[in-house]
């Protein structure tokens, strides 16, 4: 079945000590997002990628990164992470229209 | 500025009556509408939407209704079932934009 997958789907990680999350796809959509959701909150988009054009959010700290390598690949960077960056990472996909699909997200926790 | 807006945090149905979930927008430029529910532990699933040259979609238990001047849609679920129970996301966006503005979400609880 055509998916789009995270790993993993929970991250353990320490204050400060960079962390990676990974999302691909079998899709082969064009474009790819990474959103982060707190609590009770609205998944609030952090940036995405339309084929390799990269696009950040205004207000997404220059603690997050993202690297695209590959249609079916993205990453999503941490390199400092804070308590206050504890929350579910969501990737999704969508073929250049309105839907997206979205992974089974992964569960950060900062200690 | 939250641009989508879902006012109800909550809503319990009874078994076999109708759900009403409700999203207000404030963007005139939104021409695409959709609604996700959301299980624990898991990453939402689109379940319809509408455009706005529509003032209604169907497909199945859920209907999707669009009140463009007053800048409200509601999704109704009839029957409602047990499985039904999750968080609902309302959405939208504008042609171009590549991006889906989220409301808070609705968290709707079925009671046999």
């Known amino acids: 079945d055509a998916m789009v997958i995270q790993n993993p789907r929970y991250q353990v990680t320490q204050f400060g000590k960079p962390v990676t999350l990974s999302c691909s796809q079998t899709l082969n959509h064009n474009v790819m997002y990474w959103y982060q959701q707190k609590s009770s909150q609205a998944p609030k988009l952090l940036f995405h990628?339309?084929?390799?054009?990269?696009?950040n959010e205004a207000d997404t700290p220059d603690n997050f990164q993202s690297r695209r390598p590959n249609t079916s690949f993205c990453f999503l960077d941490i390199r400092s992470p804070g308590l206050g960056d504890a929350a579910m990472y969501l990737c999704a996909t969508s073929p250049g229209l309105y839907e997206q699909y979205f992974g089974p997200g992964t569960r950060l926790t900062v200690t | 500025d939250q641009q989508v807006k879902q006012n109800s945090p909550s809503l319990s149905v009874q078994e076999g009556r109708i759900s009403i979930l409700n999203c207000d927008y404030t963007?005139?430029?939104?021409?695409?509408f959709l609604w996700y529910k959301k299980y624990p532990a898991e990453g939402p699933t689109f379940l319809i939407s509408i455009s706005s040259i529509k003032d209604k979609n169907e497909d199945g238990r859920f209907t999707v209704f669009l009140n463009k001047s007053a800048k409200h849609l509601s999704l109704h679920i009839v029957p409602s079932q047990p499985g039904d129970s999750a968080v609902y996301f309302c959405?939208?966006?504008?042609?171009?934009?590549?991006?889906?503005?989220f409301g808070q979400g609705t968290r709707l609880t079925i009671n046999p």
């Open positions: 990628y339309y084929d390799k054009d990269f696009n």
């Open positions: 959405a939208a966006s504008r042609q171009g934009a590549q991006k889906l503005v």
């Open positions: 963007n005139s430029m939104f021409d695409y």
